[in-house]
DNA sequence: CGCAACTAGACGACTGGTCTAATAAAGGAT
DNA sequence: ATCCTTTATTAGACCAGTCGTCTAGTTGCG
């Protein structure tokens, strides 16, 4: 029933996941994403309206999934705020440098492709960004507030500063296939945080 | 004869860069390229070996283009390295906030979507990427000495780091379609450059 | 039983990249 | 100038694959 129908709509969501972030989303077709989740086409087209409108759950999903994880960094009380702005960025650099598929960030495959393909899926990048940096920022001021973290005159335009390297750095490690460029964000990320 | 032969192949090239631009590698046919182009389908694979290597060309022909256009601002001498550094990314975001397509940045455009499809596009994404960072640490490095720039411990390390936010702010523009996240990188920049 | 939710997969209309076979052009030799 | 060879260029066939539709069939709950 209304569980199953859950199921299988987001059974064909996470297994399309890791298929998108191997190839794009215009390059892969409903057929392999379909039958690798062995459902039938007739069944997507009733959980989806289309291709686009899956792509708009695909990423809705994805963000609803990241937040929660971020979340669950950010909470904590065990560390102060640099502490956990630091790890979440250590987080990054180890989920985004090693092969994992599925670990992978959606917004730097995508982005580029999507933005000008799709105004709904755009939409979705654009709040699901927003979200995070919102809750780096949150964080950031607490790291004023508690001390662990130095007085930035805006915490908005650090977040955006920090975000904006993040995803350079994701997208050079596309091109280049190793560590390097996630471990000089790192480097930059300490001494912006004054942690080093 | 053989300047017809280069000039159709370039005509192509031309013709692709504005529709890749905006819709990207794989949801964009031949067919949609060599009509535009009015080169019939045929021809294309007498200038081109397949589809990928036309699209290696195509960056190939991009970067050599742009770092024609980036020497012909580092090497004026009119300025110094701080103000034509300055330049350079105050050039940046003209030409990546504006709606003019073609002269935007096929980097950001297609480096994640390329990079795990073929590995010759990312061989290309990955030595054009090193030029313009050889240039930009060079600059730096210049900046050092004639004193408009501070001193750094690690100018490619710096020059990686601007780059970086730089294209994660173009990524950011893609979704956003406004000149924020250009405008906060470049304020970021100025801090980084002490040339606020 | 009835009605809804769901599955099955054939089908249509089309586009994708690729390739072979035919044509056009060019150059050289007589 | 005419013929022949060789290369440059094109037309269109080819089939696998695309998204999306649609009708039949199955399942399960009230």
Redesign the pocket.
């Known amino acids: 029933?209304?569980s199953?129908?859950i199921d299988?709509r987001q059974h064909i969501l996470d297994t399309a996941k890791p298929i998108i972030l191997g190839k794009g989303f215009s390059a892969?077709?409903?057929?392999?994403i379909l039958t690798a989740a062995n459902?039938?086409?007739?069944?997507f087209?009733?959980y989806f309206k289309?291709?686009?409108a899956f792509g708009e759950a695909l990423l809705e999903h994805y963000f609803a999934n990241y937040c929660e994880r971020l979340d669950s960094i950010f909470n904590t009380q065990d560390a102060t705020a640099g502490e956990r702005m630091l790890a979440y960025w250590a987080s990054w650099l180890e989920t985004q440098s090693c092969d994992d598929r599925d670990g992978q960030c959606l917004t730097v495959k995508l982005a580029a492709e999507v933005s000008d393909l799709s105004e709904s899926m755009r939409g979705s990048l654009l709040r699901g960004t927003e979200q995070l940096l919102a809750r780096i920022a949150l964080c950031l001021s607490e790291g004023e507030r508690d001390g662990s973290l130095p007085h930035y005159a805006n915490c908005e335009q650090t977040a955006l500063q920090l975000y904006e390297m993040w995803l350079g750095a994701t997208l050079l490690t596309k091109i280049r296939r190793d560590r390097s460029a996630l471990e000089a964000a790192m480097q930059s990320t300490r001494f912006i945080l004054k942690m080093n």
Do not use: D, Q, R, T
């Open positions: 029933m209304n199953e129908h299988v892969v077709g409903l057929n392999e459902v039938p086409k007739g069944s087209y009733h289309s291709k686009e």
